[in-house]
């Protein structure tokens, strides 16, 4: 199944704090573009993308949700990645 994208933020305390809520809720996730800060020169320009397996979204959102973070969410739930 392919994995969709929850939250897009350059914070990276934020998707810490997303990734922790996940990990205990039992959700995998996958953080994207974490690395482009070393092709970008370190300026932020590139914001990370918090991935779920397509089955796990609905719970994913939820946990998110309920931890105060659901005006981050992306609203569809991103395209496939």
Do not use: C, T, Y
Not at 15 to 25: H, N
């Amino acid at each position: 199944m392919p994995m969709r994208e929850l939250l897009r933020s350059n914070d990276a305390v934020l998707i810490s704090f997303a990734e922790s809520v996940l990990r205990q809720a039992g959700i995998a996730s996958l953080v994207a573009d974490q690395h482009m800060s070393v092709l970008e020169g370190s300026i932020g320009a590139f914001p990370r993308r918090l991935l779920v397996k397509g089955e796990d979204v609905a719970a994913a959102r939820e946990a998110l949700a309920e931890a105060g973070l659901d005006r981050w969410l992306v609203s569809d739930g991103g395209a496939g990645a």
